[in-house]
C-alpha cells in the first residue's frame, strides 16, 4: 500500500467542498442565464411596441 492508495482524512472534504462550490457555481450560471434570457425578452418586446407605435 502506498501513501496515494491511503484514505487520507482531508482529501474526501476536499472532495465534498469542490462538489459543493460546482453546485453554487452551477447555479451563479443558471441565475445568469436567466437573467440575460429576461433581458432579450424585455428589449424584444420593447423593440415591438416601439416599432408598432410608428404605423
Known sequence: ??????ELPGRQDAAQVASER???????NLAVLAGLIGL???????????????H
Open 22 to 28: 460546482a453546485k453554487r457555481l452551477r447555479g451563479r
Open 1 to 6: 500500500m502506498t501513501v496515494v492508495d491511503r
Open 40 to 54: 432579450v425578452a424585455l428589449f424584444y418586446g420593447i423593440t415591438v411596441v416601439r416599432m408598432s407605435m410608428g
